[in-house]
């Protein structure tokens, strides 16, 4: 199995934690995005969606999407489970995943990449070029600060994203944020206590690094 990533992607990120936290040995492949290595044609024979994170399996299978990577290696390595064990568990596990990644982490991205000069005609990953829309910067600020009102309102209820115990739904919110603070200038806000308790948490883990 090769994961095809790059260090600077916080898609990528999403899918190191998860196999730093589960402990498993899967090979790293470097795809270099500053010389747009991504859309080679080497690389596109590899995932045509010309984006990172992908997992080639030993059969040929190619898996792409992060939260779907994330998912098939959960299930493949079932122990240290983080997307839930019961019905409704993973349930509730995949709607707050889902909802980091589409109200936290998308909204993150949107911001960016219509923002930054090294992304123009690269305002949306993948194969096909599409031009910065300036606008919606200020929106996707907006976005990004009902996410963090928003979380703070779930923190509050429970210790981890999901619930009770460490989940795929931290970890996509958690890559959210820092990239938010690096990328975007927008960190936890000041006075968000529960969203603070949490990060500081979830910070200390050594999967952060990975
Ligand atoms: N839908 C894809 C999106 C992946 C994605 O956008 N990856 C970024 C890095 S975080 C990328 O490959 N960017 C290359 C580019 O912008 O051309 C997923 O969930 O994995």
């Given amino acids: 199995m090769k994961l ?4 600077g ?15 498993v040995d899967v090979e790293l492949v470097p795809v270099d995005l500053g010389t747009r290595e991504q859309l080679s044609d080497a690389y596109r024979e ?20 992060a939260p779907v990577i994330m998912r098939y290696l959960d299930d493949t390595f079932p122990d240290v489970p983080l997307f839930g064990t019961t019905p409704k568990e993973k349930a509730v596990t ?3 995943e889902r909802r980091a990644e589409l109200e ?22 993948g194969p096909h070029g599409y031009e910065q829309i300036p606008d919606l910067v200020e929106r996707s600020k907006q976005r990004v600060a009902n996410f963090y009102g928003d979380l703070e309102a779930r923190l509050k209820a429970v210790e981890f994203v999901a619930g009770d115990r460490f989940s795929a739904a931290d970890i996509t919110a958690l890559v959210a944020i820092d ?3 690096r990328a975007f200038n927008m960190p936890v806000p000041e006075g968000a206590a529960a969203t603070t308790r949490w990060y ?11």
Avoid: C, Q
């Fill in 179 to 181: 990239f938010a603070t």
């Fill in 104 to 125: 936290g982490f998308a909204a993150i991205m949107e911001g960016v990449r219509n923002a930054a000069a090294g992304l123009k005609g690269r305002a949306i990953s």
């Fill in 200 to 210: 500081t948490a979830v910070s200390a883990r050594p999967s952060v690094s990975a």
């Fill in 46 to 65: 590899i995932n045509p969606r010309a984006v990172v994170p992908a997992l080639l399996l030993d059969d040929g299978t190619v898996i792409a999407e």
């Fill in 9 to 23: 992607s916080p898609n990528s990120r999403r899918v190191r934690m998860l196999i730093a936290e589960k402990g």
């Fill in 4 to 7: 095809y990533h790059a260090s």
């Fill in 94 to 96: 995949a709607m707050w």
